[in-house]
């Protein structure tokens, strides 16, 4: 049986102002790594460099044991620049023969932003294969932009941990987070002004996955009193740890079983948010899409 969506959740997409986090479980629909497959080629690699210094199995009991972060943050140093980044590439940059099925509903609904902690462009293709726009993508090294953006309340996907195509804006490790929380105020205080303005979506995410915890440990929790309404749609969330998401964070978890029902799951959120402007008897020239007012020609 499918999960019903919040009424709250449905009018707050209606009216564009709510803001879509994906994770890299939307990804992995496009074929991509998660975050354990990642790590543990980035392991292989160092392995192979180093076969009679490296410990394999204590690296991946690490990774099994969810301390991701710390085994990014070996790998990288153990690689260098120039393997690290290779490896990333290598696992990251893949051709999209076609549009995930999540994606194809996710282009549809009038999300005022879609916040990323991936590094590929499956978003940003999605959307170039579908509404036939390229929607500004910028990271959080991009502050300038953003600001923009913000100010004239245009669509955008912010990759707030980098880009696959720019190396030095890639944050994986421990050190990379610590940089970008501490070394960039202006990207942390716009951050926080988005999650302040808007109701936000998180879909893609678990909760041992290292995105969502530092989301939260960086923004959520210490916002707990008067804030927009937050939602993610989670699976294997039971009772008491969706009853911590809500008194920590404010989060409403929306439960789900398979992850095969995800497609129908956003159909049925889109199907919502159009019986909605119809029953207002609102124009819906534009509830759809971004390439009116928000895009720029696809780059050549």
């Not at 980044?85 to 999540?102: F, G, K, N, Y």
Request: glycine share 6%.
């Amino acid at each position: 049986m499918l999960p019903k969506w919040p009424e709250s959740l449905v009018e707050n997409i209606n009216r564009g102002r709510c803001v879509l986090c994906a994770g890299a479980g939307l990804s992995a629909w496009g074929r991509l790594p998660t975050w354990t497959a990642l790590l543990l080629e980035l392991v292989k690699k160092v392995t192979e460099e180093e076969p009679d210094r490296v410990n394999q199995v204590e690296l991946r009991r690490m990774i099994d044991a969810g301390k991701l972060l710390e085994v990014a943050e070996y790998c990288k140093e153990r690689l260098g620049p120039r393997l690290y980044s290779e490896v990333l590439t290598a696992q990251l940059r893949v051709d999209v023969d076609e549009i995930p099925a999540p994606h194809k509903v996710i282009v549809e609904l009038p999300f005022a932003s879609i916040i990323t902690t991936n590094y590929d462009k499956l978003i940003e293709t999605s959307y170039i294969r579908l509404r036939r726009g390229w929607p500004k993508a910028p990271t959080h090294q991009d502050t300038e932009d953003l600001s923009k953006l913000l100010f004239e309340g245009r669509f955008f996907v912010l990759k707030a941990h980098g880009d696959i195509d720019r190396a030095d804006s890639l944050i994986l490790t421990t050190s990379d987070y610590r940089d970008a929380i501490n070394g960039n105020p202006a990207f942390s205080a716009m951050f926080s002004a988005l999650l302040l303005t808007k109701a936000i979506l998180f879909i893609g995410y678990s909760l041992n996955d290292p995105d969502f915890r530092i989301l939260m440990d960086r923004q959520l929790s210490i916002f707990r009193g008067s804030v927009p309404d937050r939602y993610a749609l989670m699976s294997g969330v039971g009772g008491i740890e969706s009853e911590i998401l809500w008194r920590t964070a404010r989060i409403r978890v929306v439960p789900y079983d398979s992850h095969a029902d995800i497609p129908d799951i956003l159909e049925n959120l889109r199907q919502g948010v159009i019986r909605r402007r119809t029953k207002a008897h609102e124009p819906a020239d534009e509830l759809f899409g971004v390439s009116d007012r928000s895009t720029v020609p696809e780059p050549k």
